[in-house]
């Protein structure tokens, strides 16, 4: 007999964020399609939306009256702006009522405010948009609030930082649930680079130092970014900026915030994190194929940037 599908409930209100609700629901329809057994359905307070300009959603269930049994609980962000008073307060008093018949409760962005005002929060480790950080603070005061990562799992409760982030996060529920070749599989066929752990910084070393405009330094970042296992000499960074050794280590310097040697530690710390997640090798492979040659440089320079060791930090990653 076929497994019986998971049920996953996704909560539809006014103003609903396009990627927080599309990015995650992406990931579920790849994963059915990969042949997961699993079952969405949409509830809220009106029948129908109004989202993105003339687009319409459709197909809503009204708020039980009565709490159901759900596998996962989806809460997207919503431009607050759009989101009247009486109809956020109708959505907090279902979630405290739902969330003890939900296996698992995953916010994206502001949804993270909602949970927050049901009072579902408190004692937990919890983050969400770097912007919005005080002000979940503040509404949720004996929550362990994070601003260090892009999503959290504090028992059945996943919180992420927004936008792009609740695909890692549904990429992690899928994990959990389906295993990690589902998972590996659904990011393949989504094109995604690298499915991240979580404790990655909101703003990564892959966007660091990239607000400017010059093209001559953005050429040499993505060189960078795309060969980190090459040794990189200053003279051939010089020579992919089309600049004097000189002339670059004091433009990328003005720029960035940063030198050249620490920008492209760090590109290769942020690497060095992504094989520790995603794979079984060796400190001493990674080390190689991130561009610290070894692993005593890259024990260095994670002591650098970096607390406790790097075994310490698979281990919490992968619990």
């Not at 959603?57 to 759900?70: K, N």
């Not at 919503?78 to 109708?90: E, I, K, N």
């Not at 050429?219 to 900026?241: F, G, H, I, S, V």
Request: aromatic residues 6%; contains cysteine; hydrophobic residues 40%.
């Amino acid at each position: 007999m076929p497994e019986p599908s998971l049920v996953i409930g996704v909560l539809m209100l006014p103003g609903q964020v396009p990627l927080d609700l599309a990015g995650p629901l992406q990931v579920l329809q790849s994963a059915v399609q990969q042949g997961a057994a699993l079952q969405v359905r949409y509830f809220g307070p009106t029948r129908s939306l109004a989202w993105m300009g003339p687009l319409q959603l459709s197909g809503i269930e009204p708020l039980p009256h009565e709490p159901i049994s759900l596998d996962l609980l989806l809460v997207p962000g919503q431009y607050r702006q759009c989101l009247d008073s009486a109809t956020r307060q109708t959505a907090v008093i279902w979630l405290r009522e739902q969330a003890a018949s939900c296996r698992t409760l995953m916010a994206v962005c502001s949804g993270a405010l909602l949970l927050a005002r049901a009072g579902l929060l408190d004692g937990r480790r919890c983050t969400t948009h770097h912007s919005l950080l005080d002000e979940l603070r503040k509404l949720a005061p004996n929550a362990k609030v994070r601003g260090d990562c892009i999503f959290t799992e504090d028992g059945n409760y996943l919180t992420s930082a927004g936008i792009s982030t609740g695909i890692d996060t549904m990429l992690h529920w899928l994990t959990r649930t389906q295993g990690h070749r589902m998972a590996l599989q659904v990011a393949r066929e989504l094109v995604l680079y690298w499915r991240r752990s979580g404790q990655e910084p909101q703003i990564g070393a892959w966007l660091e130092g990239r607000n400017h405009v010059d093209a001559r330094i953005h050429r040499l970042q993505d060189a960078l970014a795309t060969r980190l296992d090459r040794p990189w000499a200053l003279k051939e960074m010089a020579n992919q900026a089309a600049m004097s050794e000189r002339h670059l280590r004091r433009r990328f310097t003005e720029l960035t915030g940063m030198s050249l040697n620490d920008y492209l530690a760090r590109l290769r710390l942020q690497l060095a994190r992504q094989l520790m997640h995603e794979t079984d090798w060796s400190l001493a492979r990674i080390a190689e194929a991130s561009g610290f040659g070894e692993e005593r440089q890259l024990r260095r320079v994670w002591q650098r940037f970096e607390s406790g060791t790097p075994s310490a930090w698979r281990r919490l990653t992968q619990r």
